[in-house]
């Protein structure tokens, strides 16, 4: 008894941190913004709660695949043990803060599948439920400011000054209840695949309100999600959702055809219609992402996206054979090019100085960690999508194969071309994802057993008799 209430008492914990992490996420900019004096304790915040997660966790006892997980990100970090001293020749400062970028946050992925243990499965589905209602307040809130002028507090960046700057052909890009444009967008790539997830697994709380209403419930979040993705003018919130929602419906087409034809289309086309409709009746919530999708330096939208594409993967090359042999295998420090560094690190702020900024994702791992890194790291994040692969491949469960298949499409999509090691909320959504694929694993574990105790039970009793 006292095991199952110490497990009880974890479990709860970690749902604590978990809803906590979500809401900072969500709420973390505006209220920097609100409250000036507590910008920089609320952006740590994050940083500790995870800290607390791993105390939390400490010498406690995980189910088997949770603990391979749990092993994983252990090994991660002895990997990262010869860049972190490399790196800490240069600034231990900088160290530990390229501890933080890359390997903290790979925490969440555990919390999140200790803080809903079978057969808590309603708690679960709250969880997503609530995580997918957060559409209302930040699409309200970037409804609010793309009405308001520029030199609103809201429009302003967290330090106070203008945004315009990046704006798009004018039209403001903005930001919701985030610090900026890009954390807002990564929100909604995230959302596309709570949203998707909260369609198969209701909670009861909403099925008890039958199915035209709850079917009117998720239309109008499929239609904030629609608008806010627009209403940033960022292509990562448009593309992200649109890149999630159509690999998540191929692969449970995969699985299931009869439900992508009499489901996923329809869905595909409600989507396609409210989106014609929302341009026809609000262009303004379309103007700014209409501005920065109309081609730039004699280029189309499609040759522009390609190129960033193509740059991201293949930039490295115009300067990485340039440096030296060390620099080649080990780079030049961790961390350096994360936004915050150059406050921490007077050797990442002499760098940044002259305006030098790797950008994406593999240029940034190989100037930072040379080939030993683009090993690594990528190596990591491969076998953690090919793992998710296979665990998605042996779900059984119709609904919760679905969901899983959506989870998949963000964790395949972010984990090939996201920031994960400069971005910590990227890094927290991508976690997220992948400790919820390994929850959904356990329930359909949970589900299997309890009917095939049912069914061996039947036969006692008919013996019996």
Same mark, same amino acid.
């Given at each position: $008894? ?10 709860? *914990? &970690? ?5 906590? +992490?979500? /809401? ?25 709660? &995870? ?16 603990? *391979? ?34 390997? +903290? ?5 555990? +919390? ?22 957060? /559409? ?7 409804? $609010? ?95 992200? &959702? ?39 009746? *609000? ?15 004699? =280029? ?36 350096? =090019? ?23 994702? =593999? ?7 040379? $080939? ?15 793992? &998710? ?5 042996? =779900? ?25 090691? $400069? ?21 359909? *574990? ?20």
């Amino acid at each position: $008894m006292k095991s199952t209430n110490n497990r009880s008492t974890v479990s709860d *914990k &970690c749902e604590l941190i978990i809803y906590s +992490l979500v /809401l900072l996420l969500v709420f973390e900019g505006i209220i920097r913004k609100a409250l000036p004096s507590l910008a920089t304790p609320v952006f740590f915040l994050k940083d500790l709660l &995870c800290v607390v997660g791993i105390f939390t966790l400490k010498g406690r006892e995980l189910p088997d695949i949770i603990f *391979k997980l749990n092993l994983k990100r252990i090994t991660l970090f002895i990997l990262f043990l010869p860049l972190l001293y490399f790196t800490g020749f240069k600034d231990p400062l900088l160290a530990i803060f390229a501890a933080k970028q890359y390997l +903290l946050y790979t925490v969440v992925g555990v +919390l999140v599948s200790v803080a809903f243990p079978p057969p808590q499965e309603e708690k679960f589905k709250k969880f997503i439920f609530f995580t997918s209602l957060l /559409l209302v307040p930040t699409s309200l809130v970037a409804i $609010m400011q793309n009405a308001l002028p520029a030199s609103h507090w809201l429009n302003l960046s967290v330090g106070g000054e203008s945004l315009e700057a990046f704006s798009a052909a004018g039209y403001l890009r903005v930001s919701s209840t985030f610090s900026f444009t890009g954390q807002y967008s990564w929100f909604l790539a995230a959302e596309s695949f709570f949203l998707a997830i909260s369609f198969f697994l209701q909670p009861k709380t909403i099925l008890a309100l039958g199915v035209r209403i709850r079917y009117n419930i998720y239309v109008v979040l499929l239609i904030l999600l629609i608008i806010s993705a627009f209403i940033t003018g960022g292509r990562t919130a448009v593309l992200g &959702c649109g890149a999630t929602f159509i690999l998540g419906l191929f692969l449970i087409g995969c699985k299931r055809p009869g439900w992508f034809l009499s489901r996923g289309i329809p869905i595909i086309c409600i989507c396609l219609v409210s989106l014609s409709v929302l341009k026809a009746v *609000k262009p303004q919530y379309f103007a700014a992402y209409s501005a920065r999708s109309s081609g730039y330096n004699h =280029m189309s939208h499609n040759e522009e996206i390609t190129g960033r594409v193509l740059h991201g993967f293949t930039g490295w090359s115009d300067w990485f054979w340039e440096q030296d042999l060390t620099s080649v295998l080990l780079g030049n420090g961790l961390g350096v =090019m994360s936004n915050g560094s150059s406050q921490v690190s007077s050797y990442a702020a002499k760098i940044r100085a002259n305006g030098f900024w790797t950008e994406g994702d =593999m240029p940034t791992t190989f100037w930072e960690g040379g $080939m030993y890194l683009i090993i690594v790291w990528y190596g990591f994040r491969l076998s953690l999508i090919i793992w &998710c692969y296979y665990l998605w491949r042996a =779900m059984r469960t119709q609904a919760l194969a679905s969901a899983t298949s959506f989870l998949l499409a963000y964790v395949v999509i972010s984990g090939l071309i996201s920031q994960l090691g $400069m971005q910590p909320p990227l890094a927290i959504w991508w976690w997220l994802a992948i400790g919820m694929i390994i929850l959904l694993h356990r329930l359909e *574990k949970h589900e299997l057993s309890t009917v095939i105790e049912g069914l061996s039970l039947k036969e006692v009793k008919g013996s019996l008799v």
